[in-house]
């Protein structure tokens, strides 16, 4: 009995059939091992997925953009076999998130994830998120060249020629109204001596030089011809028409110096640069005035030195006033034998000038007198002149002339 169990257990054995069956038997076994025991289905989070915003250009159709979204970056939980899920990125998955059709102003939507099928997408750190849709606008902006570097004390770079003065940008109305030049960066490296062209990409920049994003630039460089130049500091003058008038003391300040720059065979020959002539003729009020430098070819000012600005402070002119006795009253150049006798009793006089002189006019420093050249005897209306021997701004009499009688 034994043997022929033993027999039979032989000949299974040796069955083509058998064996096939058995080791497929085997093979599922020790995948279920592995599958459940040394490569379970696990839970992981793929964090800082960013997402994409689908449909934008349907957005820009309507002249609309995506101004902002209250969130950027989204975390994924998945499942699947360890070793499978373990491997997995954020580059795998993707967060979309379609603006199509968005009013003006804030907006919550939905967004979905998409991932390799060999990866279940269980859950998403949110599933909503807001975004600010804003008009968009088109508008030009100038170019302003900026120099990346240190150089020496007496050099500075400047820009020749520019290919383009201003560009185009594009974007939110939000971005756009900040943006309040296009910077052209250029690395003081690259500028010597002779005039040379360089590339210089551009960014939007708000006023105080801080990037602005996103923004688009329809020129995304520009060529800017620079030079390294040297830099002098000469005097600065400024002829003041007008300074003062019958009513008004103005006192004017400004800088007495100004910082030029140019090559260096030029410099050596200029000591000073002149201004404009500036009008203080309408002048009632304490203002500024932007002052105008009038440059030599090849010469201008550094950039170091900002706007010139000249100040005007305007002061009511202070009075002294004096009455004149007829008897004090000069007649000249009177005729040979002649007398003159004034029929005016006396002449009040009203005397401006700056505060600061006012206190030093005195009576004994004012004269009146009047020409009596070619009169013959007779009654005769005369004009007078006056005169003050100490600084003042003007005089004003109580009459112009005066009635002589000449015997």
Not at 215 to 234: G, P, R, W
Not at 249 to 272: H, Y
């Amino acid at each position: 009995m034994q043997l022929r169990e033993y027999l039979g257990v032989e000949r299974m054995l040796n069955n083509k059939k058998f064996n096939v069956l058995l080791a497929f038997l085997i093979a599922i076994a020790l995948w279920l091992y592995v599958v459940g025991d040394v490569n379970p289905v696990i839970k992981v989070t793929v964090r800082d997925v960013p997402i994409t915003y689908i449909n934008q250009e349907k957005l820009a159709q309507n002249d609309r953009v995506l101004l902002k979204s209250s969130d950027d970056n989204v975390d994924i939980s998945i499942s699947g076999p360890r070793a499978t899920v373990t491997r997995m990125s954020k580059g795998d998955f993707q967060v979309i998130a379609d603006v199509e059709g968005l009013k003006l102003g804030d907006n919550t939507i939905r967004i979905d994830a998409k991932g390799p099928d060999s990866a279940k997408i269980e859950s998403l750190s949110i599933d909503k998120i807001i975004v600010t849709i804003d008009e968009k606008v088109t508008e030009t902006k100038d170019v302003k060249v900026h120099f990346a570097g240190e150089v020496g004390e007496d050099k500075e770079p400047h820009a020749v020629e520019l290919s383009a003065e201003s560009v185009t940008v594009s974007g939110a109305k939000t971005l756009i109204q900040k943006v309040d030049h296009v910077d052209a960066t250029i690395d003081v490296k690259n500028i010597g001596e002779e005039l040379k062209t360089i590339n210089a990409q551009l960014v939007a920049v708000d006023k105080n030089g801080k990037e602005i994003t996103p923004v688009d630039i329809y020129n995304k460089q520009i060529s800017v011809a620079a030079v390294m130049l040297s830099k002098k500091t000469v005097s600065l003058e400024v002829p003041i028409l007008n300074a003062d008038d019958d009513i008004y003391e103005k006192d004017v300040a400004f800088p007495k110096t100004i910082v030029i720059k140019g090559k260096e065979s030029e410099l050596s020959k200029i000591n000073s640069i002149s201004c404009k002539a500036v009008d203080l003729k309408n002048i009632t009020e304490d203002t500024t005035i932007k002052l105008e430098p009038v440059l030599p070819s090849g010469i201008s000012v550094s950039d170091d030195v900002g706007d010139l600005i000249l100040s005007v402070k305007v002061k009511d002119l202070k009075k002294v006033s004096f009455k004149i006795d007829s008897k004090d009253i000069i007649s000249k150049n009177i005729g040979d034998g002649l007398q003159a006798e004034v029929q005016t009793e006396n002449i009040s006089l009203d005397i401006f000038a700056k505060e600061a002189d006012i206190k030093n006019i005195a009576e004994s420093d004012v004269s009146v007198s009047c020409d009596l050249s070619g009169l013959k005897a007779g009654t005769h209306n005369v004009k007078i002149s006056i005169e003050c021997s100490k600084p003042h701004v003007s005089i004003k009499a109580s009459v112009e002339e005066i009635r002589i009688i000449i015997k």
